[in-house]
């Protein structure tokens, strides 16, 4: 057994080594490396089409699920390569993609889900709202696979309205509801996030935290859950159930030059769980609630996996609507560190911040390592900048974990509308926002205060930083 003391101390070390930002050096630097050292997927030159195995285009009462899944299958099991989506619309129930294979839409290609609940049962292992249980079906699902693609040019179509998924949302998840409403001794349901909630603080088996399709929770549009190499390119999304792009717990992860266009209740454009080397980039996201929203789960979940994201760079995307352009949180309990966002526009009446940390005593963890420059915004609603310590207060079920966050850096944004240009909401009792800097910003239209702030807030440095022409 003393052989393997030497070899347990070095993973031991390097593991420390990890648990720090890169604030030290110079941190662009740190973001080239990132890069250069992701793997990238690679396929066999080897291709099919969804129509060799019997995908129907155009008729909504044939759903190509099993060809779909019959090609990817297939193309696993002889090595990998390419199943094409060929132009024309095919409607279709959940996918599931396996390793060695990219999904390609063609430019013409659209693929339709289906709004039938029973399609998307039974459960599978995913996590909503950052704790963890067996529930629907996503759209387009991976587990625990590696090297796999989706790409093209074509539209992924998730169908949601709230004459379905949404309005099915609103009825099941956040209230009790009956199970047949025409029935008076129809059975009462407790809410399925309620229930989730629950589960999550009591630690409940996974086993037991499974839905059905009577109570399921609203699925992702894609879910990759455990899987390495990855890349989403050049696709369109609409409509979808609940999230966009919803990777947990992935390394080498590259979303690139995707749209996605979702108002829906909870509709965030891309939420990495838990992973580490993303990169974003050339993305369009308009969206019903966060654009990009990082996680590293929530509550017991999060600080029992104990799992941080780390290594994530956005550039070159653009944001309109949304609750928040780039934002860490809520689900953060696993910690969040090297955050790099560049060169990226955003502009919208109902964009309503641009870089937004948001956390609370229930949910702890140490964020840190936000670097960000070179990010124009012609209007947000509320602050260019919100870091927020107390979110959530209402619905916090365990209070004493501490939140900090730290090393935040603002490089050459400027905003030309805002209501505020900095807002700040810290601790009553402790200081755990530090480390704050802007430098070379300028905020015009700035509607009320420059800087608004409440609880204890340690080291701001504004540096070259005007808001409505006055130094600030």
């Not at 099991?77 to 390793?99: C, E, I, M, N, R």
């Not at 979940?301 to 860490?328: F, L, Q, Y």
């Not at 850096?409 to 402790?430: A, H, I, M, P, Q």
Request: glycine letters at 10%.
């Amino acid at each position: 057994m003393n052989n393997y003391r030497p070899f347990l101390l070095a993973v031991l070390l390097a593991a420390v080594s990890c648990t720090s930002s890169v604030s030290a050096g110079d941190p662009w630097a740190e973001a080239d490396r990132i890069l250069s050292e992701m793997t990238q997927v690679h396929f066999p030159d080897r291709s099919v089409s969804i129509t060799d195995f019997g995908a129907v285009e155009g008729d909504p009462d044939r759903l190509a699920t099993e060809a779909i899944n019959n090609a990817i299958l297939a193309m696993n099991q002889a090595g990998g390569g390419t199943v094409t989506v060929p132009d024309g619309t095919f409607w279709t129930g959940p996918v599931t993609l396996k390793s060695n294979v990219n999904l390609h839409l063609s430019d013409g290609a659209t693929l339709k889900f289906s709004t039938d609940v029973k399609q998307y049962f039974p459960a599978v292992p995913s996590r909503w709202e950052g704790i963890d249980c067996n529930n629907t079906h996503p759209l387009i699902y991976a587990y625990g696979e590696t090297n796999i693609a989706l790409t093209g040019k074509g539209t992924i179509d998730g169908c949601a309205s709230y004459d379905n998924w949404w309005g099915r949302g609103r009825v099941t998840e956040r209230r009790p509801w009956q199970l047949d409403p025409s029935d008076p001794k129809s059975p009462v349901m407790e809410g399925s996030r309620v229930r989730l909630l629950a589960w999550g603080e009591s630690g409940a088996p996974m086993y037991e935290r499974t839905y059905t399709e009577v109570d399921g929770l609203r699925p992702q549009t894609i879910h990759f859950n455990r899987c390495t190499t990855v890349l989403i390119e050049g696709v369109t999304l609409l409509n979808s159930p609940f999230w966009v792009i919803h990777p947990l717990m992935c390394n080498d992860l590259t979303v690139r030059g995707i749209t996605a266009n979702n108002n829906g209740p909870n509709g965030d454009g891309c939420d990495p769980e838990s992973c580490k080397n993303v990169l974003i980039e050339d993305c369009v996201f308009n969206t019903g609630d966060d654009c990009i929203a990082i996680k590293s789960g929530r509550n017991e979940d999060g600080r029992k996996w104990g799992i941080p994201s780390e290594n994530i760079i956005v550039r070159n995307c653009t944001m309109a609507n949304g609750h928040g352009g780039v934002v860490i949180g809520s689900e953060i309990s696993g910690g969040y560190r090297n955050l790099f966002v560049e060169n990226c526009k955003m502009d919208s009446p109902n964009l309503d911040r641009v870089i937004r940390i948001k956390t609370s005593t229930a949910r702890g963890g140490v964020i840190e390592g936000i670097h960000v420059r070179n990010v124009e915004v012609g209007q947000c609603r509320e602050a260019v900048l919100r870091i927020n310590l107390k979110y959530e207060q209402n619905e916090i079920a365990k209070r004493g974990f501490i939140p900090e966050v730290r090393d935040v850096t603002l490089e050459n944004v400027n905003c030309r509308k805002s209501t505020y240009g900095v807002r700040f909401d810290g601790l009553d009792d402790v200081v755990k926002i530090n480390d704050i800097t802007l430098r070379n910003c300028t905020f015009e239209g700035v509607e009320k205060e420059p800087v608004l702030q409440s609880g204890l807030v340690g080291t701001v440095n504004f540096d070259n930083v005007s808001v409505n022409g006055k130094a600030l």
